[in-house]
Nanobody, 119 residues
Framework: QVHLVESGGGLVQPGGSLRLSCAASGFTFSSYAMSWYRQAPGKERELVARITSYGGSTTYADSVKGRFTISRDNAKNTVYLQMNSLKPEDTAVYYC????????????WGQGTQVTVSS
């Protein structure tokens, strides 16, 4: 049974930092690329960051470059999103996603964690 469980969200002041975690189980984590998406009220879900299965390549949305860092620990079946210099426009529900482009092309989503940036 596949599970992706996000944690680490919460309320933070502008300029502050949060570290999100996504713990995976029920599939071969090291075979999947992992991504973080976010969706703010009234807006479409957008890709924030992506990391390859082996961790050798990362991709970021322009809006978070230089502030956010995605990483993974395949030994712990966990992907992280370090968020620094947070802005009010970063407020959203953040979702963890696993996918692979081979085999059965499975895609899995977590339930999301709320990040609120406000003073």
């Amino acid at each position: 049974q596949v599970h992706l469980v996000e944690s680490g969200g919460g309320l933070v002041q502008p300029g502050g930092s949060l570290r999100l975690s996504c713990a995976a189980s029920g599939f071969t984590f090291s075979s999947y690329a992992m991504s973080w998406y976010r969706q703010a009220p009234g807006k479409e879900r957008e890709l924030v960051a992506r990391i390859t299965s082996y961790g050798g390549s990362t991709t970021y949305a322009d809006s978070v470059k230089g502030r956010f860092t995605i990483s993974r620990d395949n030994a712990k079946n966990t992907v992280y999103l370090q968020m620094n210099s947070l802005k009010p426009e970063d407020t959203a529900v953040y979702y963890c996603k696993a996918d692979r482009t081979w085999g059965d092309r499975s895609t899995y989503w977590g339930q999301g964690t709320q990040v609120t940036v406000s003073s």
